[in-house]
């Protein structure tokens, strides 16, 4: 039997999937609303330190290798 996932859930990780290129922010901390990279950090702190990141921002970990992203 499937599990549906809840339309919260769906929300929360159509937020997560990107619409921009990563790859430049490879090895980086990004700030994304609806799917496009608003601002970028070194650190996750400093990227909420950031005035362009909101609240609802999801805060998200580039990875050096892939210039995927993973969810921490």
Partial sequence: MAVKPK???????ARLRPKDDLSPYRGRWVALRSGHVVADA???????????????????????????????
């Fill in 7 to 13: 339309k919260g859930l769906r929300a929360a990780q």
């Fill in 42 to 72: 070194t650190s996750a702190k400093a990227l909420r330190g950031n005035s362009a990141v909101r609240d609802t921002d999801a805060i998200v970990p580039i990875s050096t290798s892939h210039g995927g992203y993973f969810v921490a």
